[in-house]
């Protein structure tokens, strides 16, 4: 598990093995790559793909938190505009912290670090 800072807000990464079943809605038959949980501010990864889908689902992930903490109603189809502008402004620090979050994972034997 690994811990990090969104606008100030506590959050929790975990990679975990891709038929956990907290990426799973069984009842709908979907098992996703990652998963946001704004609820409880975690982001769950499925730790047996390829390092680029990892890095991939990780800055997927890392975009919907940084959408939850900073706006909560927009409709994202009609919002070109403003999809250009968030990443303008949050790409390069999303793109920094998963690439924080990927170090921290290699040396990572279950403790809890920090990702600034
Ligand atoms: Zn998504």
Redesign the pocket.
């Known amino acids: 598990m690994i811990k990090t800072k969104i606008f100030n807000k506590n959050w929790l990464i975990e990679f975990i093995n891709g038929d956990d079943s907290r990426l799973g809605l069984p009842e709908k038959d979907i098992v ?1 790559a ?3 949980v704004g609820s409880i501010r975690r982001i769950y990864i499925a730790n047996d793909m390829i390092p680029d889908k990892i890095k991939e689902t990780l800055i ?2 890392l ?2 938190a940084y959408m939850r903490e900073t706006l909560q109603d927009f409709d994202i189809k009609k919002s070109e505009e403003f999809i250009c502008d968030f990443i303008s402004l949050f790409g390069e620090e999303i793109i920094n912290k998963a690439d924080k979050i990927l170090t921290q994972r290699e040396w990572l034997f279950g403790g809890v670090i920090w990702a600034i």
Do not use: M
Request: charged residues 10%.
């Open positions: 996703y990652g998963l946001c997927h992930e975009t919907h």
